[in-house]
């Protein structure tokens, strides 16, 4: 069953906020504050455990474990949104400013299922706006930035001629 607790922990000696943890039992996850790449290096020490399951709390202020802290690059990008006219296809990536490169992009047009399409090229263009939806990653690290793009399209204008003649003076 899985248990809460309130994790108290230090890096580089500081005191950080208590957090939430939930745990299996066996293993539980938390939540740091905002890590920079001024973070990479550090110790990262848990001091303290309180379990919240029981009352009164049951506490345990014993240093459990310290780790170094690795802080990998996220990567960054930016979509821009545009409004264009149907060509027949367009290139996303044209669109996509990257901050910080991650290495995979992918792209989608429903949200989470960034894979859906098969590379930035948009083949058949629809008509009106549709929201494309971006992600670049780190295959190795598993950091990740999203982003989207707005593509509204317009149809060409269908222009009819019809012949005739024109009389020289």
Do not use: H, W
Not at 37 to 58: E, H, Q, W
Not at 68 to 84: A, S
Not at 129 to 146: E, L
């Amino acid at each position: 069953a899985a248990k809460n607790y309130l994790i108290s922990y230090r890096i580089n000696g500081a005191v950080q906020p208590v957090v939430p943890l939930t745990s299996d039992g066996t293993s539980g996850t938390f939540n740091t504050r905002a890590l920079t790449a001024a973070d990479n290096g550090m110790t990262l020490t848990v001091v303290g455990v309180s379990d919240t399951t029981v009352t009164p709390s049951c506490d345990n202020n014993s240093v459990f474990e310290s780790e170094i802290l690795t802080v990998n690059p996220q990567p960054e990008i930016q979509g821009r949104d545009t409004t264009l006219c149907d060509s027949g296809n367009f290139d996303l990536s044209l669109l996509l400013t990257t901050i910080t490169p991650g290495g995979t992009t992918e792209y989608g047009d429903t949200y989470g299922n960034y894979n859906r399409l098969t590379n930035s090229m948009v083949s058949p263009l629809v008509i009106g706006t549709t929201t494309y939806y971006v992600r670049d990653s780190n295959t190795t690290t598993n950091c990740f930035d999203t982003t989207t793009i707005k593509l509204t399209v317009f149809p060409i204008p269908n222009i009819e001629g019809r012949d005739s003649s024109i009389c020289s003076l």
